[in-house]
């Protein structure tokens, strides 16, 4: 009888899956510059200047900031979408070579500007 030394796919699948879900994390706080304290502080911006928006009339820069806050989101969560279509290959996928297939296909869009 053989004797298995390497992992389950279905581990493997895992395994691959956690390590792109901490690389896009690593790529959406450091590469782009937009940590987590960022992205509360975009989020609270962002409610702030709405209930603004819907009580009374914005400035210029407050809409710009606004608009600004809405592409940023709208990135990110194309990002979250990609994530979501390579980890519906990587665990479809009936080899390692499919897993790493799927990973490599994984596109990481730049920021629509610096944040």
Sequence with gaps: ???????PLADLQTDYYNQLKSDL??????TSNFPEWKQT??????S???IKKLTSSISTTEQTTLDNIVAIRSWKN???TERDRVKALVFAATSVADI?????SFTYTPP???I
Excluded: C, H, Q, W
Aim: aromatic share 16%; proline share 9%.
């Design 78 to 80: 194309n990002l979250l």
């Design 25 to 30: 994390y690593d790529y959406i706080t450091k």
């Design 41 to 46: 502080n975009y989020a609270d911006t962002f």
């Design 48 to 50: 702030e200047l709405s």
């Design 1 to 7: 009888m053989p004797i298995n030394v390497g992992k």
């Design 100 to 104: 790493r297939t799927a990973i490599d």
């Design 112 to 114: 629509p500007f610096p």
